[in-house]
């Protein structure tokens, strides 16, 4: 039953979100955000806890208007997120501003593949829009596993009606995809800051230990692909800005997991640099540091 209800809570903001007025959606987004943020659940206290270590300097009502801001930043990429389609090229071109973007159209003219690698910050689905409808370039991405599956089916087609690729994150299959696409010269782009299996790489992370995907680092390895971290952050609305650092190169020496280790210690510091700048925009409302998964009862 809640399976059920999460799916058409979702599907009504899809078929309805996107046909109201654009002031009215803006403001249903900080409604709900405040409504949540007022209410102190789980969520909410786990992002001023995340934000805690963000910026430790910061006082109780620092974080609380911290959260505060998250929370709405959180809204606000989920109400553009349902008005996606209807945008056009136009909009986005004149909504959406990356510095450095060279760094992903020269290594694209190279031929030699690129992989972008982003943290939870603003809407990595709208600057995925700005890939495809103001660069004109596809590309590949990965998607989890949603329960229930009428609901990942929902955000699949909702991505590939952007003009995005997607894969299922399970099945095995991802990777080798991933490694064609690249080296056949395409693009891949990964949200990449999270990762609670197994095969996590260990990073350092505002001074506390965090585990994160190896999957973008083994790509760059494997492929010979460059690997960009991109950093985003909302200015007035609707405009949002973002960042493509310089790549993170492959060391010339060590074991791959060695290798694997520093390059993605190198993404984790260039999200940290992001997120510093733009606390309000990171939404991570989830335990992201080993302490605190370990605190979780058996």
């Given at each position: 039953?809640?399976?059920?209800?999460?799916?058409?809570?979702?599907?009504?903001?899809?078929?309805?979100?996107?046909?109201l007025p654009e002031?009215?959606?803006?403001?249903?987004?900080?409604?709900?955000?405040?409504?949540?943020?007022?209410?102190?659940?789980?969520?909410?206290?786990?992002?001023?806890?995340?934000?805690?270590?963000?910026?430790?300097?910061?006082?109780?009502?620092?974080?609380?208007?911290?959260?505060?801001?998250?929370?709405?930043?959180?809204?606000?990429?989920?109400?553009?997120?349902?008005?996606?389609?209807?945008?056009?090229?136009?909009?986005?071109?004149?909504?959406?501003?990356?510095?450095?973007?060279?760094?992903?159209?020269?290594?694209?003219?190279?031929?030699?593949?690129?992989?972008?690698?982003?943290?939870?910050?603003?809407?990595?689905?709208?600057?995925?829009?700005?890939?495809?409808?103001?660069?004109?370039?596809?590309?590949?991405?990965?998607?989890?596993?949603?329960?229930?599956?009428?609901?990942?089916?929902?955000?699949?087609?909702?991505?590939?009606?952007?003009?995005?690729?997607?894969?299922?994150?399970?099945?095995?299959?991802?990777?080798?995809?991933?490694?064609?696409?690249?080296?056949?010269?395409?693009?891949?782009?990964?949200?990449?800051?999270?990762?609670?299996?197994?095969?996590?790489?260990?990073?350092?992370?505002?001074?506390?230990?965090?585990?994160?995907?190896?999957?973008?680092?083994?790509?760059?390895?494997?492929?010979?692909?460059?690997?960009?971290?991109?950093?985003?952050?909302?200015?007035?609305?609707?405009?949002?800005?973002?960042?493509?650092?310089?790549?993170?190169?492959?060391?010339?020496?060590?074991?791959?997991?060695?290798?694997?280790?520093?390059?993605?210690?190198?993404?984790?510091?260039?999200y940290a640099t992001?997120?510093?700048?733009?606390?309000?925009?990171?939404?991570?409302?989830?335990?992201?540091?080993?302490?605190?998964?370990?605190?979780?009862?058996?």
């Amino acid at each position: 039953m809640r399976e059920r209800l999460t799916d058409g809570l979702y599907g009504l903001g899809w078929s309805t979100v996107k046909k109201l007025p654009e002031p009215a959606a803006a403001a249903l987004g900080r409604t709900i955000a405040d409504i949540a943020w007022k209410r102190r659940g789980k969520s909410v206290l786990r992002l001023e806890s995340n934000l805690a270590r963000v910026v430790p300097d910061a006082g109780p009502e620092r974080l609380a208007e911290l959260s505060k801001a998250g929370m709405r930043s959180y809204m606000r990429y989920w109400m553009e997120s349902f008005r996606l389609p209807t945008w056009s090229a136009e909009r986005v071109t004149d909504n959406v501003q990356i510095k450095d973007s060279h760094h992903l159209t020269d290594g694209l003219a190279s031929g030699r593949g690129v992989i972008l690698a982003l943290p939870h910050l603003a809407n990595w689905d709208l600057a995925g829009v700005w890939v495809t409808r103001t660069l004109g370039v596809p590309f590949t991405t990965v998607a989890e596993r949603l329960k229930p599956e009428t609901l990942y089916d929902r955000f699949v087609a909702y991505r590939e009606s952007l003009g995005m690729e997607v894969l299922p994150h399970t099945g095995g299959s991802a990777f080798g995809t991933l490694a064609r696409r690249l080296r056949s010269g395409g693009l891949v782009c990964l949200v990449a800051d999270r990762d609670l299996s197994a095969s996590g790489v260990e990073v350092k992370y505002f001074g506390e230990t965090a585990r994160m995907p190896a999957g973008p680092s083994m790509l760059a390895q494997q492929t010979g692909a460059l690997l960009l971290p991109v950093t985003l952050w909302y200015d007035e609305a609707p405009l949002m800005r973002g960042r493509i650092h310089p790549p993170v190169e492959v060391p010339e020496t060590g074991t791959k997991a060695e290798k694997t280790s520093s390059m993605t210690q190198a993404l984790a510091d260039a999200y940290a640099t992001g997120i510093t700048e733009h606390p309000e925009d990171w939404h991570m409302l989830q335990r992201l540091w080993l302490a605190d998964l370990e605190e979780r009862p058996l």
